[in-house]
Nanobody, 119 residues
Framework: QVQLVESGGGLVQAGGSLRLSCAAS????????MGWFRQAPGKEREFVAA????????YYADSVKGRFTISRDNAKKSTDLQMNSLKPEDTAVYYC????????????WGQGTQVTVSS
């Protein structure tokens, strides 16, 4: 069955860095766009970053542009989110997702990993 498993979350001070990873299985990874989303307490889930099936196209939420970088390795069926210059407002549960189009609907979701940024 389809599985997306995130890892790499944790507690970090403001200004620090974290790298999230997502391991995929159960579907043709290289045919899907991959995205990262996040949900803070009391807020709706929001888009963070996405990469096209081949990795040639990426796009980011304005709030993370220049600080976060999404990448993927189709051979390893994984996608990463490098997060630098973290801010307390980046605190959220981060989810990995797979979709049929870069800016389309995302069909498969992971269970999430907690990122907490202390001030």
């Amino acid at each position: 069955q389809v599985q997306l498993v995130e890892s790499g979350g944790g507690l970090v001070q403001a200004g620090g860095s974290l790298r999230l990873s997502c391991a995929a299985s159960g579907f043709t990874f290289s045919s899907y766009a991959m995205g990262w989303f996040r949900q803070a307490p009391g807020k709706e889930r929001e888009f963070v970053a996405a990469t096209s099936w081949g990795g040639g196209s990426t796009y980011y939420a304005d709030s993370v542009k220049g600080r976060f970088t999404i990448s993927r390795d189709n051979a390893k069926k994984s996608t990463d989110l490098q997060m630098n210059s973290l801010k307390p407002e980046d605190t959220a549960v981060y989810y990995c997702a797979a979709g049929t189009a870069l800016r389309g609907q995302y069909n498969y979701w992971g269970q999430g990993t907690q990122v907490t940024v202390s001030s």
